[in-house]
């Protein structure tokens, strides 16, 4: 599976931008999607998760009530509404399918990412 995310872009703080992930080769539509973003100098850190019927979502702390993953079961895209964006937001982000158990919070249980999008938030 190649995943593909677009959206990113430069935007004013309290802005807003919505990711998107697509899949290629196969249809992801059986994997937990998850996003994370990497900022310079920073780790990879989670984002945001859903499961693969979209009936269950995954937040980190730092993203709850202003950023909301969804996506419709049997189709391959996940997306990722931003609202309320911060500079701290500022980062790569990565769109991920879990092909692993355990945590959806945990990097290693996602077998294929995606390039990556710029999100970049000015104060």
């Known amino acids: 599976v190649q995943l593909q995310a677009c959206g990113g872009g430069l935007v004013q ?28 100098g920073k780790a990879r850190e989670f984002v ?4 693969a019927a979209g009936t269950s979502s995954y937040y980190a702390d730092s993203v709850k009530g202003r950023f909301t ?7 391959s895209r996940v997306n990722l509404q931003m609202n309320n964006l911060k500079p701290e937001d500022t980062a790569v982000y990565y769109c991920a399918g879990k092909t692993g158990t355990g ?21």
């Open 13 to 40: 703080a309290g802005g807003s931008l919505r990711l998107s992930c697509a899949a290629s080769g196969r249809s992801f539509s059986t994997d937990g999607m998850g996003w994370f973003r990497q900022a310079p």
């Open 48 to 51: 945001a998760a859903v499961s």
């Open 69 to 75: 993953i969804s996506r419709t079961a049997g189709a």
């Open 103 to 123: 945590s959806y919070m945990n990097a290693r249980g996602y077998g294929y990412w995606g390039q990556g999008t710029q999100v970049t938030v000015s104060s």
